[in-house]
């Protein structure tokens, strides 16, 4: 009860009231405005509601970096969205050292340079998750490597990125402190935003709670000042982060925790790495209803950018026809109202029930050293149980014959043979590098023993 209770009162902040203290919602139609647009209480910066995640690119001839790593990066598509981007409001931009394979910040750094520096804010991040990257020199090297790949002088928003997770024989903690304190290099940032090479100063999160606590007990003993912090949240992972993975801490927590010390909160994941977009069937038909000209992803993203104190919502948007509704959806943004909320919960409680796997195709798994496709085999998986398509119950029944020949027809037909799960060694190489922290190898045998089963069934 305690966490619907928090959700309803998060939700209803941004939601305007009449005389009466009546909770109603901004009387908008989408796409049909100008962007919704949020001021950073520690800059003065507007900032578009709307953030452009530059994680996802497309790629000449929609070739698939994990298959063909020489494929190029299309760079006049990637002109053109931020071209469109920009002139319909949005102007937060946020990529990374380690973002298509090393290659975002680049690209994101000619696309943006054609246009006014003033007109536009720049996030990036420090990733030096590797230890190779540890020392003083290399995360230095690393920043400033950013810098001339983003054609700038200063970044807008610098982010310590995917703090929280742990390693081999390491605590969250523990490759906290390897990154960013017993190198100096936190302090060194510090000294950086002093000189004005970085305006904004925080972290993205994912994993421990020990570390979340730390990072905002230093906030409050005044020994590090964030000006932003960056965290997952969409209405499944508000109450149920944890049930999804018990590693995780649930967005409302988080949220709450940043909302009342007035640290603005930049959303990721606003759609659970696009599951939340491919609900299955009995869902669809419920938001439908409510709405049947509503794309299912709508809801979501409406949700993420309701509650008070969000400043930017991302989305990684691939193609134009991603950009273009997205921009809809947040020009202006529709408050999720009370009615709404309640229905999302309920909703979120519905989806949690469905047991996928909670991988959002991040890629930060890949490449596999094996050749295993790890998103296209999780993708694949959970795609049958959200669209009711996974073969249960009786294996007589032609239901089930049926959706034991269409997963298994579309497994070979997504995920080739040599990269499927049955070829996972166990090394568990992977899994330090999960911000989900899923344990890969155990899913991998898991999915495995269950394509074997069907198969011995025929």
Request: charged content about 25%.
């Amino acid at each position: 009860m305690g966490g619907a209770a928090v959700a309803t009162s998060v939700v209803l902040s941004a939601c305007k009231s009449n005389n009466n203290n009546e909770i109603i919602p901004a009387e908008v139609i989408d796409g049909q405005g100008e962007m919704t647009y949020r001021v950073n209480p520690n800059s003065g910066d507007k900032v578009s509601l709307l953030g452009y995640g530059m994680m996802r690119l497309p790629i000449e001839g929609g070739a698939d970096l994990r298959q063909n790593p020489d494929a190029q990066v299309d760079q006049e598509m990637v002109n053109e969205e931020i071209d469109y981007a920009l002139e319909h409001g949005v102007n937060y931009f946020d990529t990374a050292p380690v973002y298509t394979r090393g290659r975002s910040e680049g690209v994101t750094g000619i696309a943006l340079s054609r246009h006014p520096r003033n007109s536009y804010y720049i996030a990036t991040k420090l990733s030096n998750f590797s230890p190779s990257t540890w020392s003083t020199e290399a995360s230095k090297a690393m920043f400033e490597h950013s810098l001339s790949e983003l054609r700038t002088d200063y970044v807008d928003y610098l982010l310590l990125h995917s703090i929280g997770g742990s390693g081999k024989d390491m605590t969250g903690m523990d490759m906290f402190n390897a990154r960013f304190i017993e190198n100096g290099i936190l302090d060194w940032l510090v000294e950086q935003k002093e000189a004005g090479r970085i305006r904004n100063l925080g972290f993205s999160f994912h994993g421990e709670q020990e570390v979340f606590d730390t990072m905002l007990r230093w906030h409050d003993e005044g020994k590090y000042h964030w000006d932003f912090v960056q965290i997952q949240m969409n209405y499944a992972d508000w109450n149920y982060a944890n049930r999804i993975d018990p590693d995780n801490v649930n967005a409302n927590y988080l949220y709450e925790e940043l909302h009342r010390r007035g640290i603005p909160v930049v959303i990721m994941e606003p759609l659970l790495g696009g599951r939340l977009a491919k609900q299955p069937d009995f869902i669809v038909k419920q938001m439908k209803e409510r709405e049947p000209e509503t794309p299912v992803a709508r809801w979501a993203f409406r949700f993420a950018g309701t509650p008070e104190g969000v400043l930017v919502v991302l989305s990684g948007m691939t193609y134009m026809e991603h950009l273009m509704e997205n921009v809809a959806t947040y020009s202006p943004l529709r408050p999720i109202t009370p009615d709404e909320n309640e229905f999302l919960m309920k909703v979120a409680e519905e989806f949690v029930e469905l047991k996928t796997v909670p991988c959002t195709a991040c890629n930060y798994c890949m490449p596999c050293p094996y050749g295993l496709n790890i998103p296209a085999i999780f993708a694949h998986y959970n795609d049958c149980i959200t669209e009711g398509n996974m073969p249960a119950g009786n294996p007589e029944a032609e239901e089930y014959r049926r959706n034991r020949r269409a997963f298994l027809l579309g497994y070979d037909s997504k995920v080739p043979y040599e990269r499927q799960a049955s070829h996972c060694i166990g090394c568990h190489q992977c899994e330090e590098h999960c911000p989900q922290k899923i344990a890969i190898a155990n899913e991998m045998r898991r999915i495995d023993e269950f394509v074997e089963h069907l198969k011995q069934q025929g």
